[in-house]
C-alpha cells in the first residue's frame, strides 16, 4: 500500500447503451475503471485503453455517467471531463502556379480527436501509404503524397500529421478567374444533423473546437477578386 485512494467506477460504454441512474441492472454495467482521490486531486485510470493518457477516458467510455462504488456506500461521477476536448487545428498552405495547385496540410489532434485518430493508425498498422489511402477517401480526385507523423504523445493526448495534396483538380476555371473552395477537407462540410425537426437532445459525445486556418498564395499577376469574410462560430 502507497496511501492512495482508489476506487472502482462501473459504467456502460456506448454501444452497450445508456446506463439508467434510477433503475440500473447488472446487464448495463460492461466496464470499470479506476478513480483515483488523493489530496484534493481526482484522476480517471483505465488499464486497458494502450492510448490513452493518465486522467482521461477513452471516447467509448464517454457514456454521460458512472457509479463510484465504495465499500459503504456509492456516488455518480460525470465521465466526461470539460478539460478533454474534441479539439483539431487544422492549417492549410495553399501554392497556386496558374497551372497546377498543391496544399500542404498539418493537423493537430488533443483529446478525444487525439483517441480517433491515433485509433485509426493503430487500425492501419502505422502504415504511411495506408494513412494517405485513408485521407485520399475524404479527398476524390485528389493524390494525397509526403505523410509524416509530426508528434504522439499518449501521456498528453496530443498528436499531429503532415501531408501534402495535388490541388489541382480543386480549381475552377470560370473564364475570366478561378474559383477556388477552401473548404475541400473539413469536417464541417457536410451537415451530420439531416433531420427536418429534432425531438431529442443529441450527444456530441465532449465539447468539440476545431480551428481552421488557410493560406492561398497566388501567382503574381492574380489578385482576389472575392474572399470568404472570417467568421467565429
Known sequence: KIGINTYPIVLSTRDNGLLQEASPTLDKLNYVVAM???????????????????????????????????RDNEQWFTLQKKNFLDSKKQFVNISFNGETATAKITQDFSGVAFTRWINDLKNGQFDAENRMNELAKLLPNTRVSGYQIGRRDVSECTGKESFEVDFTNQIVDGGQGYLISPLFFFDYVVNPFKLDERKLPVDLISEKELTSTVLFNAPKGFSIKKSPESVKL
Open 36 to 70: 483515483v482521490q488523493h489530496d484534493n486531486i481526482q484522476l480517471f485510470l483505465d488499464a486497458t485503453s494502450e492510448f490513452i493518457g493518465v486522467g482521461f477516458l477513452p471516447e467509448y467510455c464517454l457514456n454521460i455517467r458512472g457509479l463510484l462504488v465504495k
